[in-house]
């Protein structure tokens, strides 16, 4: 089991930024590199979104419309952390943030971390 631990989450106003860290700890035997890797988001009462997902170096990462622009995923793969840089945020960031990992070629979702709260105040 992939284990996934996000921190950096908070409480910021309009305009704002955060950045979020992921700490993967792979299946024993295995590879960060080999991960396939995402930030999702749940706000109350909405379907969990696809934030930003980051595969290998020559695939350019994926993000969601209404954060392009303002957010940046990156991984550290000599330190098994993700990282989401979150600018200019608006009160429509405000969710629950998740990391997830799968295998590479996947939607990046097999496995999750307990999520961090961001909250924007207008």
């Known amino acids: 089991q992939v284990q996934l631990v996000e921190s950096g989450g908070g409480s910021v106003q309009a305009g704002g930024s955060l950045k979020l860290s992921c700490a993967v700890s792979?299946?024993?035997?295995?590879?960060?590199?080999?991960?396939?890797m995402a930030w999702f988001r749940q706000a109350p009462g909405k379907e969990r979104e696809k934030v930003a997902t980051?595969?290998?170096?020559?695939?350019?990462?994926y993000y969601h419309d209404s954060v392009k622009g303002r957010f940046t995923v990156s991984r550290d793969n000599a330190k098994n952390m993700l990282f989401l840089e979150m600018n200019d945020l608006k009160p429509e960031d405000s969710a629950v943030y998740y990391c997830?990992?799968?295998?590479?070629?996947?939607?990046?979702?097999?496995?999750w971390g307990q999520g961090t709260q961001v909250t924007v105040s207008s």
């Open positions: 997830a990992a799968g295998p590479l070629g996947t939607s990046c979702s097999n496995y």
């Open positions: 792979p299946v024993s035997g295995d590879r960060y590199i080999h991960y396939c």
């Open positions: 980051i595969r290998t170096p020559s695939i350019p990462p």
